[in-house]
Antibody
């Protein structure tokens, strides 16, 4: 059964840190690039970061470079997003998703991050 | 960065009718385009990739077309479960990153 489950979201103050996790099953995790994509409340989708199969290539949207770090553990079929120096504008639902030929499928259910004082 | 522009922002259509959604890229992306369906409170689902190939689980009433800078998603014989927000996404120009359109909300007329 295909399952992608994100976790780790919550309420954090501006300048704080949070680590998101994504556990995958049934998707041949180690064979694919993986991405994080976010959606601010009531807004559209924004690609945040991705990582190749070996974890040796990582790319980020400009607005999170130097603050967020994507990583993976293929032995645990898990994807991570370490978020530091969080800003109010980082408030969003964060989705993890498998990449295939540039499109995303499947998506996790999303985990909500709220940055507020 | 490639900008993806979807129109209209909201489309009101009656069940059983046809809906036509548009997506425009700011530069040529060939057929490197995907469409997603997102229902309220749910994660997006891949609907179309390669501009015209339907993803698993979606019926033939969903069709995608276009290449270059102009793309269309057509939904025929609209069913109640089709009313949702639809996003297009380009994946030709990467890095630096993938970009999405702002979405079209398909609502019941």
């Amino acid at each position: 059964e295909v399952q992608v489950v994100g976790s780790g979201g919550g309420l954090v103050q501006p300048g704080g840190s949070l680590r998101l996790s994504c556990a995958a099953a049934g998707i041949s995790f180690s064979s694919y690039w993986m991405s994080w994509i976010r959606q601010a409340p009531g807004k559209g989708l924004e690609w945040v970061a991705n990582i190749n199969q070996a974890g040796s290539e990582k790319y980020y949207v400009d607005s999170v470079k130097g603050r967020f770090t994507i990583s993976r553990d293929n032995a645990k079929n898990s994807l991570y997003l370490q978020m530091n120096s969080l800003r109010v504008e980082d408030t969003a639902v964060y989705y993890c998703a498998r990449e295939g030929r540039g499109s995303f499928d499947p998506w996790g259910q999303g985990t909500l991050v709220i940055v507020s004082s | 960065e490639i900008v993806m522009t979807q129109s209209p922002a909201t489309l009101s259509v009656s069940p059983g009718e046809r809906a036509t959604l548009s997506c425009r890229a700011s530069q040529n992306i060939n057929t490197n385009l995907a469409w997603y369906q997102q229902k309220a409170g749910q994660a997006p689902r891949l609907l179309i990739y390669g501009a015209s190939t339907r993803a698993t689980g979606f019926p033939a009433r969903f069709s995608g077309s276009g290449s270059g800078t102009e793309f269309t998603l057509t939904i025929s014989n609209l069913q109640s479960e089709d009313f949702a927000v639809y996003y297009c996404q380009q994946y030709k120009i990467w890095p630096p990153g993938y970009t999405f359109g702002q979405g079209t909300r398909l609502e019941i007329k």
